[in-house]
């Protein structure tokens, strides 16, 4: 068939043309025989190829105009074509859409609905079509959508901020059953007329999704207590609250565990963690809103929340003043020193409490936490498993406390401690047989600062081994000299301190075996002191150090002895070869007969054990004398000498052996 027949509009073309072409040739013929009849002559050639052009003219510009007709045409199909085409892929995407689509006019009535607002609403798209839009998403709040709706569409200044924005709305199925929706509205604009095209999608799931993880970020994982982002955002708002009514009050809890460390560490983490759950039930069984004044609101009136570790907070929210603060504390110590079951375990903790009240002085969350922290360890220094309410004058001694670390670092840096030596005496024979070497502190502001008020400072900061191994090195050749300089000084001892920091330092034993060798003092002049409870804290270690002191020479001596938790029926399993009396035991020994019997005992069970017994703190002719009585074999106290400098020790020195020449 000829490609001009092969479509019916191709048919009708080519009658059209067909016809053209019969016209324009009868028209040139026509045109012709009118030349040359008008010439009454016979045809010229000039004439006849005028007529042959002008014919082929007119032919030309006929098949130009029905070549351009049939351009147009063909472009026409070709147009219908493509809006077939895209129509039917627009449908299909309409239809394959993974989110409801809905298309509405300018009447906001629905045009067009896809199956996935049948299957997202549970309407058909037959009952969809004609109906308003915010009708079929929100029935229960129809007219306010709408009313909203508009509102956002209109803006302040015509500015139409609704479109082309995502929004979080609760829609409604056609079993009336709510969801949380995203929703984005987009316009159109076609031959004068107005669309809207809604794209809703159903984020229930995201939301679940949404609060798990702000409920992870604001809760510990463990204890599925509030954490301490969450605490101190409850924290600014009492706070806010406070400056507004001056007549609100709050306090704030800081809880830790006194013997926390010890479990985690000796039944391992897990017992540990197990240990964090139950404590976190306790505390939230015991919490209760009677503790708030007024009825119950929201936030709720208490908060406990976990900080980290074993450091718990409470929030006492609207209380009226301390009295109900203690009554809460002393409930939760009661309730929290209960023992726990972990793991086959009873275990028993208890909490030391920092108090902090609201006055209406703080303006920041992280100053009260800080110092209820600051409260919390003064309970913990005063006694443990007690709660201190916090005072400004807690906060200087921590400021002081911090300015004294700064400059006891800088004194292990530049050696800024020196040595006191106090007498230690025969008291059968009243005359020196050695000295402990006590450390002291010169400073300038200060002046001089006796061991009680940096050693236990050092302790925590991890100083004392590099001060004690420099208190130690300087006792060794300070020794060493005075055994040269007269016939008594060579049969002197040294009483050097050893704190339970440097008996768990793994290297003690090969420092001080170094400090002898280095300085060439006669080890076994010297005597190594360790006080009773450091001994009973970590007895089978520590027993184990003390043999390998031992061996190098020096004496073991066991300092401050009754005042600890030994028993006198294990004294014989540590390697202990001198025995000092606690000055409590001395200065009590004249006033009551039981403490003068106690000292009796300790002495006659020294010597059983072949042990000698050095009387602490005596500061009276009387007291020395009774330990004379009892058989003390050592004294030492303000009554013989207080500590004396090197240069001083040196002039005791010179007077005893003038004494002794002169009788």
Request: glycine residues 6%; hydrophobic residues 40%; charged residues 25%.
């Amino acid at each position: 068939m000829p490609r001009s027949l092969s479509n019916p509009d191709d048919k009708v073309l080519h009658h059209k043309q067909a016809w053209l072409v019969l016209i324009a040739g009868l028209v040139t013929t026509q045109w012709s025989a009118y030349l040359i009849g008008s010439a009454h002559v016979e045809p010229s050639p000039f004439v006849l190829t005028v007529g042959l052009m002008a014919s082929i003219i007119l032919l030309m510009v006929v098949r130009f105009l029905l070549n351009t007709r049939n351009r147009a045409v063909t472009i026409n199909r070709q147009i219908t074509k493509s809006l077939r085409a895209s129509e039917t892929m627009h449908r299909s995407i309409l239809k394959s859409a993974l989110d409801a689509v809905i298309i509405a006019d300018a009447d906001e009535r629905i045009t067009g609905w896809n199956r996935q607002a049948v299957a997202l609403l549970g309407w058909s798209e037959h009952e969809a079509i004609g109906e308003p839009l915010w009708k079929m998403l929100m029935p229960r709040q129809y007219e306010l959508a709408r009313a909203k709706g508009q509102q956002l569409y209109r803006g302040r200044h015509g500015d139409r901020p609704v479109l082309e924005r995502r929004f979080e709305v609760v829609a409604h199925r056609r079993d009336g059953r709510a969801f949380s929706a995203e929703l984005s509205i987009s316009r159109a604009e076609y031959d004068g007329h107005v669309a809207y095209c809604v794209f809703l999608r159903d984020i229930t799931e995201r939301k679940r999704w949404e609060k798990q993880l702000r409920e992870a970020a604001l809760h510990d994982m463990l204890t599925n207590l509030p954490n301490r982002l969450l605490f101190m955002d409850r924290l600014g708002q009492a706070i806010a609250r406070a400056k507004r009514q001056p007549e609100y009050r709050f306090a704030v809890l800081y809880l830790d565990f006194d013997r926390f460390k010890i479990i985690n560490d000796s039944l391992g983490h897990g017992i540990g963690d197990d240990l964090l759950v139950a404590i976190a039930k306790r505390l939230g069984e015991n919490l209760r809103d009677t503790d708030a004044v007024g009825p119950p609101r929201e936030p709720a009136p208490h908060l406990a929340a976990r900080l980290g570790g074993d450091e718990f907070v409470v929030l006492l929210d609207g209380i009226r003043g301390l009295n109900d603060v203690s009554v809460v504390a002393d409930r939760l110590q009661d309730a929290l020193a209960q023992p726990y079951r972990c793991g086959g375990h009873s275990i028993t903790a208890t909490a030391s409490i920092g108090i902090v009240i609201s006055d209406g002085q703080y303006d920041r969350p992280q100053d009260i936490l800080r110092d209820a922290d600051i409260a919390m360890y003064d309970a913990k220094n005063t006694g443990k498993a007690r709660h201190v309410v916090f005072d400004d004058t807690m906060r200087e001694d921590v400021v002081f406390r911090l300015s004294m670390e700064e400059e006891l670092r800088r004194a292990v840096r530049t050696n800024e401690f020196v040595l006191h030596y106090q007498p230690i005496l025969d008291l059968a024979g009243r005359s020196a047989i050695g000295f402990e070497a006590l450390i002291r502190w010169p400073t300038v502001h200060r002046g001089m600062v006796a061991p009680d008020m940096f050693i236990g400072l050092a302790e925590e900061l991890g100083l004392i081994v590099p001060i004690g191994s420099w208190a130690a090195a300087q006792a060794c050749r300070t020794l060493r000299r005075w055994h040269g300089m007269t016939p008594t000084g060579a049969s002197l001892g040294m009483n050097i301190n050893l704190s339970k920091r440097q008996l768990s330092h793994p290297d003690l034993v090969k420092s001080m075996a170094r400090i002898i060798r280095e300085t060439g003092v006669d080890p076994t002049s010297l005597r190594l002191e360790v006080t009773e409870s450091e001994i009973m804290d970590h007895r089978n270690m520590f027993v184990r150090v003390l043999s390998e002191l031992r061996d190098l020479g020096p004496l073991i001596c066991m300092d401050d002895f009754g005042t600890g938790h030994s028993s006198l029926s294990c004294l014989h399993e540590f390697p202990i070869d001198v025995l000092k009396i606690d000055r409590r035991f001395v200065a009590d020994m004249a006033k009551s007969p039981q403490q003068a019997a106690v000292v009796r005992t300790i002495i006659d069970l020294a010597h059983t054990l072949e042990m000698r017994v050095v009387g602490e703190g005596i500061e009276t002719a009387e007291q020395a004398d009774r330990l004379t009585e009892l058989g003390c074999d050592f004294g030492q106290g303000y009554y013989f000498a207080h500590p004396m400098s090197e240069a001083q020790v040196e002039t005791y020195f010179e007077q005893s052996l003038s004494r002794a020449k002169s009788a």
